[in-house]
């Protein structure tokens, strides 16, 4: 199991969780938090990896069970975290951190050694459980020092009450020869030494120096800290089109010195005519804080710390910045002029930044604003007959690299003219036709990928179309185009032998026989045919003629479930028969499979398309080009009767041999032979195809 914690608003609301636990038993004991909203952890731990960090108090797990302590950010980043045992079991249930920042915790223990410290109240374990109180000095964690690396050490101290005089403050550092494969140096504080009231003081008290003191030969070079604070910025939007728009800008500090940066500033400036900060920062990683608004106050934006909506330069607190790096996001509204973000910190101690800045940052190129373009003269004509062409001339266009025409069929369309002058001549396409109208648009388009578009529909006129004439639901309840269901007449393409002629409006009725006897692409309406069963093929034959260039599509739809559309599951046919250029009149298979829960207790519906157009057959209603819309009643008989045309049953040893001929039946697949022996039930014993065929069944 792994220890957790979770952080949760005042109204309940959960802000941020995490584990905390390495490859074996972990148990949390204790939360404490200090001012800045930092969260401590304590408890036990059996994992040998994971619970400490590089050059914490105790790095490595010293018995079968450990105390363990973790510090998180308010964010619920992972700060630091250090062992604590000796060679047997220890376990920690309590953990307190005072205004100093140094952290408590306490526990029992069954190890010998490695609990006490010299001078402690209590040095020599006693029996049993003993209990154990510790401190640690969050400033005062060693940090690994590795070759030709600079360290900043940040002390804290409290003199109230130290006589005057000075005092010697130095670095000790445990440094034996390093062999290859050893563990760097660790840096540790300074054997301590007394000065008035105070014992164990941190740092060197001017006696010689010890075996743990740094010691710089005379005329040595000392190794200058250099700054340890930058700050980067990166935008990565490297253009925008016009003003307001929002960008997001990601802010990138880093600290190299090992330690918690306090009470910094944060200097932004933001350029570019018109643009302001569109948030507030958001985002923070790595134990990063920055002062924050209260957004809940009804003056806001105009509270301390806020900068949403502002302009120019901005500075906000930084409480703490963590070692490493850290970020922050924050959203700019774009000026009408190049814009950009600068950062910098201020405000640093000496020991960090020689200066107390860091240094400024920019994005490299800023954000640069792009004007859009500008079309005129683009005007269209209201409508035009089907069949003709439409020519869009007399446009200018400027500040633009690109022009791009398309239509409601087309995605581009060739442009006859130049970029400054653009031309079309556009013949509106089948498709067009059947919608009746053509939508037009020309698109410029500038090196900074800013576009303006400008669009017109022309209608088309007398176009000619065949409807279905099913009852109204079949077309959203509307009775022409569009959405009712309607194909464009094309001369050599139609369903059956007979072609459709033309409707102003769809003719529905209840026996979808409004169109009267030019629906022959079935071979009767109403059709009569057999219902399948359930899970059955049901694969009807229609007729189509084809005595044109272009190659057609049949696609069907049934209303299994008689609900007034051919919109639910298996009411599509399953295939799309190609029907060739210039075939002739041909038969075609459609294949459905009935699903279950089918409706025959009264009238439903057959829908058969036929186009130049696949994908426009395929959509129930809508308009389809070149070809012709048929709708069926398929009244159901159910189940059909078997017409015997003789029957005769002899004795056969001990058993009877029968013998039958039946009618061919229409449309049906199969008869079931039951018999009995009382005529009060029967069983069926045997399924028989229905061929109209001399059958002998033993």
Same mark, same amino acid.
């Given at each position: ?169 130095? %670095?000790? =550092? @445990?440094?034996?020869?390093? $062999? ?5 140096? #660790?840096?540790? !504080?300074?054997? &301590?030494? *007394?000065?008035?009231?105070? %014992?164990? =003081? @941190?740092?060197?008290?001017? $006696? ?5 003191? #740094?010691?710089? !030969?005379?005329? &040595?070079? *000392? ?476």
């Amino acid at each position: 199991r792994d220890a957790f914690v979770a952080k949760f608003s005042s109204a309940g609301v959960r802000q941020w969780g995490t584990y905390h636990g390495g490859a074996d038993a972990d148990e949390a004991g204790d939360l404490a938090t200090d001012n800045a909203g930092n969260v401590y952890l304590n408890g036990n731990t059996m994992s040998p990896t994971v619970m400490s960090t590089p050059g914490a108090y105790q790095t490595a797990i010293a018995g079968l069970e450990d105390a363990f302590v973790a510090k998180f950010s308010p964010a619920g980043d992972h700060g630091w975290g250090t062992y604590y045992g000796g060679p047997d079991v220890e376990d920690s249930w309590g953990v307190a951190v005072d205004a100093l920042g140094s952290v408590y915790i306490c526990g029992t223990t069954l190890s010998t050694t490695g609990i006490a410290t010299a001078g402690a109240h209590q040095t020599v374990y006693a029996t049993q459980d003993d209990a154990y109180l510790a401190k640690f000095n969050e400033h005062e964690i060693g940090s690994i020092l590795y070759a030709g690396e600079c360290v900043t050490r940040q002390y804290i101290y409290d003199y109230s009450g130290v006589g005057a005089g000075t005092y010697d403050l130095s %670095v000790g =550092i @445990d440094a034996d020869t390093v $062999a290859l494969g050893d563990d760097p140096p #660790v840096i540790l !504080p300074d054997v &301590g030494f *007394n000065a008035g009231t105070y %014992v164990n =003081i @941190d740092g060197f008290n001017g $006696a010689a120096h010890t075996s743990d003191d #740094v010691t710089i !030969p005379p005329g &040595g070079v *000392n190794c200058p800290p250099g700054d340890q604070l930058s700050i980067a910025v990166d935008i990565p939007t490297a253009s925008s089109c016009g003003n307001g728009n929002y960008v997001q800008a990601t802010v990138t500090i880093t600290n190299t010195s090992g330690l918690v940066a306090f009470d910094t500033e944060l200097l932004l400036g933001l350029t570019g005519t018109g643009a302001t900060f569109a948030s507030e920062p958001y985002g923070l990683t790595a134990g990063l804080v920055l002062a924050a608004p209260n957004l809940l106050d009804p003056a806001y934006p105009a509270v301390p710390n806020a900068i949403y909506g502002l302009a120019g330069s901005q500075t906000l607190p930084v409480p703490e910045i963590p070692p490493g790096t850290s970020t922050f996001v924050v959203d700019l509204n774009v000026g009408s002029t190049l814009t950009n973000l600068s950062a910098q910190l201020d405000s640093i101690h000496s020991s960090f930044n020689a200066s107390g800045q860091s240094n400024l940052a920019t994005d490299a190129g800023g954000v640069t604003v792009f004007s859009d373009p500008v079309i005129n003269g683009f005007t269209c004509p209201g409508s035009i007959v089907a069949g003709n062409t439409i020519t869009l001339n007399g446009i200018s266009v400027s500040g633009a690299t690109t022009v791009n025409w398309s239509s409601t069929s087309m995605a581009t369309l060739p442009n006859s003219g130049s970029v400054a002058g653009p031309v079309l001549v556009y013949t509106p396409t089948p498709m067009d036709v059947a919608n009746g109208f053509v939508a037009l648009s020309l698109t410029a388009t500038n090196a900074g990928g800013c576009e303006t578009t400008v669009s017109c529909q022309v209608l088309l006129t007398n176009v000619q179309y065949d409807y279905g004439d099913a009852p109204v639901t079949y077309d959203l309840n509307v009775n022409y185009q569009p959405p009712a269901a309607a194909s464009t007449l094309f001369s050599g393409m139609f369903l059956g032998a007979t072609s459709p002629g033309t409707e102003l409006l769809a003719n529905n009725s209840v026996m979808a026989d409004g169109d009267g006897n030019e629906e022959d692409g079935l071979s009767a309406n109403p059709y009569t045919a057999p219902w399948p069963g359930p899970g059955l093929p049901f694969d009807p034959v229609v007729t189509a003629t084809n005595t044109t260039p272009k190659a057609g599509h049949l696609h069907g739809y049934v209303d299994w479930n008689a609900d007034g559309d051919f919109l639910d599951t298996l009411e599509s046919s399953l295939n799309t028969p190609a029907v060739p250029a210039s075939s002739g009149s041909q038969a075609y298979v459609l294949n459905f499979t009935v699903p279950p829960g089918v409706n025959t207790a009264g009238l439903f519906y057959i829908r058969l398309r036929l186009s130049t157009d696949s994908l426009a057959v395929t959509i129930p209603y809508m308009a389809a080009p070149e070809g012709e819309t048929e709708d069926y009643v398929w009244n159901s008989v159910g189940q059909l009767p078997v017409e015997m045309i003789s029957f005769t049953a002899v004795p056969w040893s001990d058993e009877v041999m029968a013998e039958w001929v039946t009618a061919s039946e229409y449309n049906s697949a199969w008869f079931v032979l039951e018999r009995s022996a009382s005529l009060s039930g029967f069983t069926p014993i045997a399924q028989l195809p229905a061929a109209g065929m001399s059958v002998t069944q033993r």
